[in-house]
């Protein structure tokens, strides 16, 4: 039998909860969520702003939980009986304390990583990479928030030799007590951009607050920075009030120490040579945008920092593909021609829009025609939201962009100084614009599809991909 992920008695240590029921030996893994939930889970029972996972105690069990960890004041509201349960004051606490033990316990070398634009790909790289060199764990998902880093940090099994966190923020003051749980050995932020800015005061604010990420640096930890963001200099001087021993930048600047040499970027991915601290590797990333190769640099740095292979790692990011919604790229070859979706749908700021415009740009027009963008509005921008919405016109022109589809209150500003001939579509809302996006759409078209999460541009990739797959195509 394998050993569990926790033994029972060290998430009782780790809660200091109470228990009603027979006890388990152990748990497998942790799971918030019923419905992906695998059996010999511990399930906890999260209350969230719209929903309560004590309602969901019972499916949890049916599912194949082993254990539930549940707040003592809903009691009342679990069927009786209905398995172990380790009762505590407040499960999200609960979570954490268990969290810090994983910590405590693990002696993996953790790498943590943050930024206005790029977190969730930049995991994954490092997570990609550091694989090569042993058991390495990190949140399967974009788990980077109050809830889902010390989650993320539960689930870290004692065998594990390198340990992947993203952290985010769209408040200051919230990644700090998230570094501190995580106590990264390195710490890597991408960029610093107008992400949030709606809740800041200034840009200089949003990069005071992506400086939390040093709060929690293990002892002379390293701190892997991009040296051409004009915040390099502040982060640098808060990682070293942090106690960071040692500082390295990234990028194309001449003091770089992960610097590009030379890269081409081309419609499919692009190739580049970098100095990787001394050592100089030949890379090629499967997803095209220079965005992506710069944080490569991030990503190979911290393989360097952490003294394995360069060279092995950057012969690992060819097969690196983009995680859904962020890049992934879907061709469906229909009786009539070529279609290609580029899902950018996940989340969009001024910066990842500018980036995801570039890469629509660099579609070959000998094998897709018209370049089409489908774009929702970037939301938390507070108000900057109007400037920042028109400054994309620019971008859109740049990219050769043959039409554009737009939907909600700040794009339609961006349609509007649009030449005529550019406006596909515009509708208030992405439920509306659906239906004239699927109209349009024929052989030997690129479109790419882009905006917040809320402005709820993902169901139209989806509309589009089942109408596609309809038509014969290969999803």
Not at 153 to 168: D, K, V
Not at 290 to 308: K, Y
């Amino acid at each position: 039998m394998a050993e569990p992920l926790w033994r029972w008695e060290a998430l009782l240590a780790a809660t200091g909860g109470a228990v009603a029921g027979d006890s388990p030996d152990g748990v497998s893994g942790i799971s918030i969520d019923s419905r992906t939930l695998a059996p010999g889970d511990l399930f906890v029972a999260i209350k969230g702003d719209r929903l309560d996972g004590h309602a969901y105690v019972e499916a949890a069990f049916a599912r194949g939980a082993v254990a539930a960890l549940v707040a003592r004041s809903a009691l009342a509201q679990i069927p009786p009986q209905v398995g172990p349960l380790i009762v505590v004051d407040d499960t999200l606490a609960g979570l954490e304390a268990i969290a810090r033990a994983a910590r405590e316990r693990s002696g993996a070398r953790v790498i943590a990583v943050t930024g206005s634009v790029g977190k969730t790909g930049t995991k994954e790289a490092l997570r990609h990479c550091f694989a090569a060199f042993g058991p390495t764990h990190a949140a399967e998902k974009s788990y980077n928030n109050h809830w889902g880093v010390p989650l993320t940090l539960a689930r870290l099994a004692q065998s594990a030799r390198f340990g992947i966190f993203e952290i985010g923020m769209n408040h200051a003051g919230e990644i700090t007590p998230l570094s501190r749980m995580v106590r990264p050995h390195v710490a890597l932020v991408t960029t610093v951009a107008p992400v949030h800015i709606g809740h800041f005061p200034s840009l200089d604010a949003i990069a005071e607050a992506k400086a939390e990420i040093f709060a929690g640096l293990a002892a002379d930890g390293v701190a892997i920075l991009n040296r051409d963001n004009a915040y390099f200099d502040l982060l640098a001087a808060r990682a070293r009030e942090a106690g960071a021993g040692r500082i390295i930048g990234f990028g194309s600047d001449d003091r770089a120490e992960a610097r590009l040499l030379d890269a081409a970027f081309k419609e499919d991915g692009s190739q580049f040579e970098a100095d990787i601290l001394g050592t100089i590797v030949k890379a090629r990333l499967a997803a095209p945008g220079r965005h992506l190769v710069e944080n490569a640099l991030g990503v190979l740095a911290a393989v360097a920092a952490e003294g394995c292979d360069v060279a092995v790692a950057a012969a690992c990011l060819a097969d690196l593909t983009p995680p859904e919604g962020r890049g992934a790229r879907t061709t469906f070859e229909t009786p009539d021609g070529p279609i290609l979706l580029i899902d950018e749908s996940y989340n969009a700021n001024p910066a990842s829009m500018r980036a995801a415009l570039a890469v629509l740009g660099q579609v070959p027009r000998s094998r897709f025609g018209r370049r089409l963008a489908v774009l929702g509005d970037m939301l938390e921008l507070g108000a900057a939201a109007r400037e920042l919405h028109e400054a994309l016109r620019d971008p859109i022109l740049a990219a050769g962009v043959d039409k554009v589809y737009a939907c909600g209150p700040h794009m339609a500003r961006v349609y509007e100084a649009l030449p005529e001939a550019q406006r596909g579509a515009y509708a208030a809302t992405a439920e509306e614009l659906a239906p004239l996006v699927l109209e349009a759409v024929r052989a030997g078209d690129a479109v790419m599809l882009k905006g917040s999460l809320a402005s709820r541009i993902g169901p139209i990739v989806a509309a589009l991909k089942e109408r596609l797959a309809g038509r014969g195509g290969d999803p």
